[in-house]
């Protein structure tokens, strides 16, 4: 059996690591077998990169090197861990993916879709998720509850960049519709945990 592949996204503080962690306990109850990711990150090299591209010192990096740097990251990412456990039917858990960088770059540092479609293509080796769930959030009220930690590079930026980021999300939702599972992230996170363990049992059923 092929794995099962689920990301999340949303803006800064939307609550995506609570819901990764809810759904682990589910799926441990279950005994399915599952790993667990992130992007920028998920494998030693991928990580490597990760610290470059959060870094607040690196205030300087241009819009295109950071595009560059995140599909470098994903490509080992998914070339090294992700399709090999789906392979191996692992259901994969990644907090965000490849909609990240049409959200970040292409929306809020207007870069070209054009060169993110063909990048994107690359690095994930054509791989796209079964589900995506997105955590709906307005900007501000984002930024309101991370603002209490440090902040890395892409969480400094301004609200109105935070605002294109959550914007091109539901774009990319609407056009996507049977992929998307869109949440309003201001709901309980046990609420919203059900909303998800119910898409997925439909997913699992399909693929069983």
Known sequence: MHGLFITFEGIEGSGKSTQVKLLTTYLKAKKLPYITTREPG???IAETIRKILLDPLCAEMLPETELLLYN??????TGELILPAL??????????????????????????????DALTAFATFNTTPDLTVLLDLP???GLAR??????????????RFHQKVREQFLFIAKKSPIRYLVIDA????????????QRIEVLLGDTA
């Open 42 to 44: 998920g494998t030693p």
């Open 72 to 77: 470098a990251s994903r490509a080992q990412h």
């Open 87 to 116: 392979k191996t039917g692992k259901i994969v858990i990644s907090d965000r993916y490849f909609d990240s960088t049409y959200a970040y770059q292409g929306a809020a540092r207007s870069l070209n879709c054009d060169v993110i």
């Open 139 to 141: 900007a501000n009220e």
């Open 146 to 159: 991370i603002g209490n930690r440090e902040l890395d590079r892409l969480e400094q930026e301004d609200l």
């Open 186 to 197: 201001q709901k309980k996170p046990e609420e919203i945990n059900r909303e998800i363990i």
